[in-house]
């Protein structure tokens, strides 16, 4: 007996993300997005995968200001808003930010997006050009367009990310490049968050990980091997399993793809496109059954059962997917005994589990005791027949 196809419920008046577990790896707007996800219902467990740490201090940046003092670029290029504004405050601190600024405003200024458009403006300054995608590519693409490339001289302010291939492409074709570092990022001063967040993932308590930065991707991972090889592989495991990957853009999902884990990203690269794709994706991926002549839709930590959210606890939620993967197939105690987290000792944790279950639901005939032989959802007749 194959799996039926029932539609889709209607849940109403409740948020999309509720009864989802949603992890943030993002240091720089975490609590912006956060809110997003808690407004639709999710619950949000967060832990930085990385820190800011700010180079106002750092000989690297005043460097290379002093070498565009100096030599004055043909072309800036302006990445980030954050970026771009740390870059002038370090200059106005060292006396020299009303030359720095006279200097990028005789060249040509290129701002990647709203927020680095935004930042040039602040400063006085106005950008020649920004495009529509916010995307590095296509202000490369441009760049590498023009036919007086060769020897102009070019500062990009970078953000965080070393973007070797940018840079290299422009020199490659025969520009100056002067890279501007404003911040780098390295890992969290405390790693407690970070590993809470880890663990969730790795015991299969977070329905989805979003990530915008490349770099959390990374730092999520380093963090990862410093457990060991087991850690990375189980991480690698679960990201290509149940809980799903979702990045601000194909650039922050570029490192996951290259661990073949399965990623996906909003059209328009920003965080609120991020979370309205979330809630389109998580709740398509739930299954809705037929049973008992109620409808229910099984979620991360709760399920709807005509449209009304119950909140089940992990050891109930363990069994409830369990049954709900095979639906109408009666499943024994001890398979379903292997799904209860930690395990458990004897079938008396799968009664205690499912009694639980039962009482969460609120219909405890849902779930059916099949004697001798184990539990499964009780799918309604029409359902099991037409599949």
Not at 66 to 71: N, S, Y
Not at 172 to 189: D, F, K, Q, S
Not at 314 to 343: E, F, H, K, T, Y
Not at 344 to 362: N, P, Y
Request: charged letters at 25%; one cysteine or more; aromatic letters at 4%.
């Amino acid at each position: 007996m194959s799996a039926p196809q029932p539609s889709r419920s209607r849940t109403g008046s409740v948020p999309p993300l509720a009864g989802f577990t949603v992890a943030v790896t993002a240091a720089r707007r975490a609590e912006e997005l956060g809110a997003l996800l808690e407004r639709r219902g999710a619950e949000v467990v967060h832990g930085p995968a990385l820190r800011i740490a700010p180079l106002a201090d750092d000989e690297e940046l005043r460097d290379a200001t002093q070498e565009l003092l100096a030599r004055p670029p043909d072309v800036a290029v302006a990445t980030t808003g954050i970026g771009f504004r740390g870059w002038m405050e370090a200059a106005d601190g060292w006396g020299e930010g009303e030359a720095l600024r006279g200097v990028l405003a005789a060249g040509e200024l290129l701002a990647r997006g709203p927020k680095a458009c935004g930042a040039l403006r602040a400063a006085g300054l106005r950008e020649a050009w920004s495009p529509a995608s916010e995307s590095s590519s296509e202000v490369l693409e441009r760049l590498l367009g023009r036919s007086d490339l060769a020897g102009l001289r070019i500062a990009v302010q970078l953000h965080g990310e070393p973007l070797r291939d940018f840079l290299d492409a422009l020199r490659g074709a025969g520009a100056e490049v002067v890279p501007v570092p404003v911040y780098r990022w390295t890992g969290p001063l405390d790693p407690g968050p970070l590993d809470r967040l880890l663990d969730a993932v790795l015991s299969g308590g977070v329905d989805a990980l979003t990530f915008t930065s490349a770099l959390a991707a990374a730092g999520l991972y380093a963090r990862a091997e410093e457990r060991g090889a087991r850690a990375v592989d189980d991480l690698t495991r679960v990201l290509r399993g149940r809980t799903q990957v979702a990045c601000v853009g194909p650039v922050t999902a570029a490192p996951l793809l290259a661990r073949d884990i399965p990623a996906y990203w909003p059209e328009r690269f920003r965080v609120g496109a991020l979370v309205r794709l979330l809630g389109e994706r998580l709740p398509a991926t739930a299954p809705v059954l037929p049973a008992a002549g109620r409808t229910l839709e099984v979620r991360g930590t709760a399920a709807l059962l005509d449209g009304e959210l119950r909140p089940v606890s992990p050891a109930p939620m363990a069994v409830l997917r369990a049954l709900a993967r095979r639906p109408g197939v009666v499943v024994s105690c001890a398979d379903l005994l292997g799904c209860l987290p930690g395990g458990g000792s004897d079938e008396h944790a799968v009664e205690a589990a499912v009694a639980r279950l039962r009482a969460a639901l609120g219909v405890p005939s849902v779930v059916q005791t099949v004697t001798k032989r184990g539990y499964r959802i009780a799918l309604d007749p029409a359902a099991a027949c037409g599949s």
